[in-house]
């Protein structure tokens, strides 16, 4: 009995031939989903995330609340900040620095912001929501990582 694997007119293997239609299907979605669309989307589903959270830190505009300030006392116990601190630099955070990625400002910056949130949140606050901290982590470096996309105000002026 012959096992030998056909070969196509190249001298390939036939498996060769399902690897290049599977090369060519990743060359399309490459050309179909570019980075302009994903750095969109990246930065607005997670300019939503963190905006969302700040807004359950507020009232009116920017005005910290005192549940806010109990949970970072008896909740978030975030070391080397006093609790009324943290709470405010949070709030503020997550209105800022979302609102830049939704302008496409200051990008990077903005994304290694929140990074850094992020981690403190999984060391110090949350450790055992891992899955969720990577997720938000995994679009974080990517816009630090690549910018902003075409759809920006760092494209308009220039910024990489």
Not at 13 to 24: E, I, V
Not at 84 to 101: D, K, T
Request: charged share 15%; glycine share 8%.
């Amino acid at each position: 009995m012959n096992t030998a694997r056909p070969h196509d007119a190249s001298g390939n293997t036939a498996g060769k031939g399902l690897l290049a239609r599977w090369n060519a299907l990743a060359d399309l979605l490459n050309r179909c989903i570019p980075h302009d669309l994903l750095a969109l989307a990246g930065r607005l589903g997670i300019a939503a995330t963190f905006f969302y959270s700040g807004r359950t830190k507020v009232e009116g505009f920017l005005t910290v609340t005192d549940s806010a300030i109990d949970l970072f006392t008896n909740e978030y116990k975030v070391p080397l900040l006093p609790p009324e601190l943290a709470a405010h630099m949070a709030a503020y955070a997550e209105h800022f620095l979302p609102l830049l990625l939704v302008l496409g400002l200051a990008t990077r910056l903005s994304a290694l912001g929140l990074l850094g949130m992020t981690l403190v949140i999984q060391l110090f606050v949350y450790p055992d929501a891992w899955p969720t901290h990577l997720s938000w982590a995994a679009i974080l470096l990517y816009l630090a990582g690549r910018g902003a996309g075409v759809v920006s105000l760092d494209r308009a002026f220039g910024i990489r």
